[in-house]
């Protein structure tokens, strides 16, 4: 699996963005499509998760702020990002996590940088 991430970039607080995935390979048994983000000093942190019977999951601090959305048919996933926050400025990394007994297999894409300002 080849994930490219792509849609980063700098907005002002209260702003928009939106990320995009771009998923490429053998997408077959896949668990969830995530993305995450790794600040200045911070471990990374999952902010999102999309799990394959197609309920989804937040991290608190962006719960009705974000919202994680997939497009099967295009092999995408997006993170909608509303009212941007400066602490949500972050490198951010989208993921699959893939099960093939009897192994699960993690896939990172590179990241997109977002830049909140105040």
């Known amino acids: 699996v080849q994930l490219q991430a792509s849609g980063g970039g700098l907005v002002q607080a209260g702003g928009s963005l939106r990320l995009s995935c771009a998923a490429s390979?053998?997408?077959?048994?896949?668990?969830?499509h995530n993305w995450y983000r790794q600040a200045p000093g911070l471990e990374r942190e999952l902010v999102a998760s999309?799990?394959?019977?197609?309920?989804?999951d937040y991290l608190d601090s962006v719960k009705g702020r974000f919202k994680i959305s997939r497009d099967t048919d295009k092999k995408m996933v997006y993170l909608q990002m509303d009212n941007l926050r400066p602490e949500d400025t972050a490198v951010y990394y989208c993921?699959?996590?893939?099960?093939?007994?009897?192994?699960?297999?993690?896939?990172w894409g590179k990241g997109t940088q977002v830049t909140v300002s105040s």
């Open positions: 993921n699959v996590l893939q099960y093939h007994h009897p192994r699960s297999y993690w896939f």
């Open positions: 390979g053998n997408l077959s048994n896949i668990v969830s």
């Open positions: 999309f799990l394959s019977g197609g309920t989804t």
